[in-house]
């Protein structure tokens, strides 16, 4: 009996301290002394390791029978390597497996050292979906999907992004995400420039990857660079950053020295022009007047950095617009999708053939063009946002809207959708091909009213 009432008394005096140590505890929490969570830094957070990452599907050649496939690793990775498979309902797949050897290149940036490998994965067969991953024979990557161009037109739908640029990890991630909720079989993404802020940040790229994450191994993208891609040179003069061949592996068919920045290819009845706006202008201008002589395909789309009908204040590009929009007159370009000014704004198919400025302010309207037809689109993703300019011949704009596209090609039609962050439809369009004169333009019916700060 006495045990019992020892026990009981010690049980009673333990249940007692403990009670008062908790209570010490949260008094010396509440006077300032919390334990504090320790910052990741973004050289931890964006170490390589011999697991792959950064995994991106991109072009380097036919879209019916190739796909390039580039990753990152830790530089204890000598050599990668890929595989690849039809697909198949079930895991059989996995004993029909052909292995690509890659290239590898290494990269010292700002914040660590890695290896980039890149693999093309050729004769492959049109419309069919194949199974991958990427490794170094020991250590693989996940098995990613993706299923090639037919070589008939069919019907097809691709997400075009403007700027991402800032936040990208907490902020613009939600809008790609949102993007793929609503198109989730888009046959690629356009990518208008600027996918990050500072073009050597390691840790932007970083995010940027992060922030498409899964869908960058499944959905081949297509991007051109921005002014933010470019670097100072030792000699004073821009680059493209040291980041942009390793992270993608893209045409090489354009002017010479400005290979995997300025390319054309074809998917299905689509002839896509990527340009460089951020040099040699008047190169990549004969160049382009050279390809779309000899298009064979009747819907054309370019995609670059700066816009050619400004919706930012004091940012017109006059320059640009006297060099390319002749061409784009010439051969009737469909569409035209860039970036750079962080609002959104959107011509009908009447434009200016001219737009006067003074210095580097538009001033006035001269003629309206009543015969190319094509469409000119600025837009942004991110969470930077600029002041808008609205010009009288703009058919919609927007200010302080993330925003995404979504365009769909079938036979004769083209349909464009815009939506913000939220999914919400903000501006359509469709455009009917009729051969030899200028598209029929047919506006959406949109209810949402515009965004704007005045």
């Not at 208008?192 to 970083?206: K, P, Q, R, V, Y």
């Amino acid at each position: 009996m006495l045990f019992k009432q020892t026990y009981i008394s010690v049980y009673g005096l333990t249940v007692a301290l403990l009670a008062s140590l908790a209570t010490s505890a949260i008094s010396f929490c509440h006077e300032g002394h919390e334990h504090k969570p320790r910052e990741v830094k973004p050289a931890e957070m964006y170490a390589p390791k011999v697991i792959p990452d950064r995994v991106v599907l991109t072009w380097s050649a036919d879209p019916t029978t190739t796909q390039s496939v580039t990753w990152r690793t830790s530089t204890e990775v000598p050599a990668g390597m890929a595989e690849i498979a039809l697909a198949t309902a079930g895991p059989e797949f996995i004993k029909a497996t052909n292995r690509f050897e890659a290239k590898t290149e290494k990269l010292k940036t700002d914040i660590n050292e890695a290896h980039f490998h890149s693999v093309t994965f050729k004769d492959l067969k049109p419309a069919t979906k194949y199974v991958y991953r990427v490794g170094d024979g020991v250590n693989w990557s996940e098995w990613f999907q993706f299923r090639t161009a037919s070589d008939k037109p069919e019907k097809f739908s691709f997400i075009y992004f403007g700027d991402a640029q800032n936040n990208l990890r907490s902020m613009w991630s939600r809008v790609i995400r949102e993007a793929y909720s609503d198109a989730p079989k888009a046959a690629f993404i356009v990518h208008a420039g600027d996918l990050i802020n500072t073009a050597e940040s390691d840790a932007e790229w970083g995010e940027w990857f992060g922030a498409g994450n899964w869908l960058n191994g499944m959905i081949p993208n297509v991007p051109v660079p921005g002014n933010h891609e470019q670097a100072k040179a030792s000699d004073g003069s821009r680059r493209i950053s040291h980041h942009w061949k390793p992270s993608f592996t893209l045409f090489e068919n354009g002017p010479e020295g400005l290979e995997e920045t300025c390319f054309t290819f074809t998917y299905q009845n689509t002839r896509i022009i990527g340009l460089n706006s951020n040099e040699s202008i008047e190169q990549q201008t004969a160049w382009m007047d050279e390809v779309l002589a000899k298009n064979e395909h009747p819907w054309v789309i370019c995609t670059f950095h700066h816009p050619i009908f400004s919706t930012g204040k004091d940012r017109d590009n006059p320059a640009l617009r006297a060099a390319w929009k002749p061409v784009f007159d010439k051969y009737r370009v469909d569409l035209v999708l860039t970036g750079h000014d962080h609002t959104y704004g959107r011509t009908g198919l009447q434009t200016p053939l001219k737009l006067e400025t003074v210095g580097n302010v538009p001033t006035g309207v001269t003629n309206v063009d009543a015969e190319s037809g094509t469409i000119y689109v600025v837009s942004v993703s991110g969470p930077k946002m600029y002041d808008l300019d609205r010009k009288s011949f703009m058919v919609r704009t927007a200010q302080d809207t993330q925003l995404y596209q979504i365009i769909h090609v079938d036979g004769n039609e083209l349909r464009f959708e815009s939506r913000t962050a939220l999914g919400e439809l903000y501006d359509a369009f469709t455009l009917k091909k009729i051969k030899g004169v200028k598209n029929e333009l047919i506006e959406g019916e949109v209810v949402m009213p515009e965004r704007s700060r005045k």
